[in-house]
């Protein structure tokens, strides 16, 4: 069966700390893509990112960077120098490719509360 | 391009009364889905359609319909409202159900039923 685990349901830190959010998926698929995504406290998801499985090169966007290990099954996402701004409930999921249905699975989220 | 929107954004319901969940998009999307999202489960896939005419049921399917007469929108219809429907819900689009094409969601419909 496939899932998505983020094991870290809130995660609070000071702002400019650095702060990964972990995410560890499950799958049997040898294609699959894996999404982040930020869900700010005015509620609406916002596309971060999409990784394919035959990708295993690390990403930075800005303050932002992903690490892909296929090893270990996990997809994990790091903010440096965190801010205010970056308080949001954060979502990792993975495309189904059973049944060509476009499923996403999410995880069950992680809450980032930065402070001032 | 305006996105996904979905309306409305508020909504609170009696059990046992009937709505529908508006949601278009302008970016030509085939693919369309909607999604309900409750605390601690992350979001689950209720209906989606892979083009104008084809919808298909997903995780959740029970107590909702979904038609796609045009290629634009597509509403969620919840027949007879119980209080287990209270949730919050998004609408989804993507060029297609190709694997991995990125969706994009809509700002969300909090519903309660009372």
């Known amino acids: 069966a496939q899932k998505v685990t983020q094991a870290q349901t809130e995660i609070s830190v000071v702002e400019k700390e650095d702060v990964t959010l972990d995410c560890v998926y499950e799958?049997?698929?040898?294609?699959?893509?894996l999404f982040w995504y930020k869900q700010p406290p005015s509620g609406e998801l916002v596309f971060l990112i999409r990784?394919?499985?035959?990708?295993?090169q690390n990403e930075i966007s800005g303050r932002y960077s992903w690490n892909f290990q296929k090893s270990t099954s996990s997809f994990n996402f790091t903010i440096t120098a965190s801010q205010v701004v970056d308080s949001a409930v954060y979502f990792c999921?993975?495309?189904?490719?059973?049944?060509?249905?476009?499923?996403?699975?999410f995880g069950q989220g992680t809450t980032l509360q930065v402070k001032p | 391009n305006a996105g996904v929107t979905q309306t409305p954004k508020f909504q609170v319901l009696k059990t046992g009364q009937s709505m529908t969940l508006q949601c278009a998009q302008d970016?030509?999307?085939?693919?369309m889905s909607w999604y309900r999202q409750d605390p601690g489960m992350g979001l689950r896939l209720i209906h989606y359609?892979?083009?104008?005419?084809?919808?298909d049921q997903g995780e959740v399917p029970n107590g909702y319909n979904v038609s796609r007469s045009t290629t634009e929108d597509f509403p969620l219809r919840l027949l007879s409202a119980a209080p287990s429907q209270t949730s919050v819900y998004f609408c989804?689009?993507?060029?297609?159900?190709?694997?991995?094409?990125?969706?994009?969601f809509g700002p969300g419909t909090r519903l309660t039923v009372l």
């Open positions: 989804a689009s993507s060029y297609s159900n190709v694997l991995g094409d990125t969706q994009y």
């Open positions: 799958t049997r698929d040898t294609t699959y893509y």
């Open positions: 990784r394919n499985s035959f990708d295993e």
């Open positions: 999921a993975l495309s189904e490719a059973r049944g060509n249905t476009g499923k996403l699975i």
């Open positions: 970016m030509n999307h085939e693919y």
């Open positions: 359609s892979v083009g104008a005419g084809i919808t």
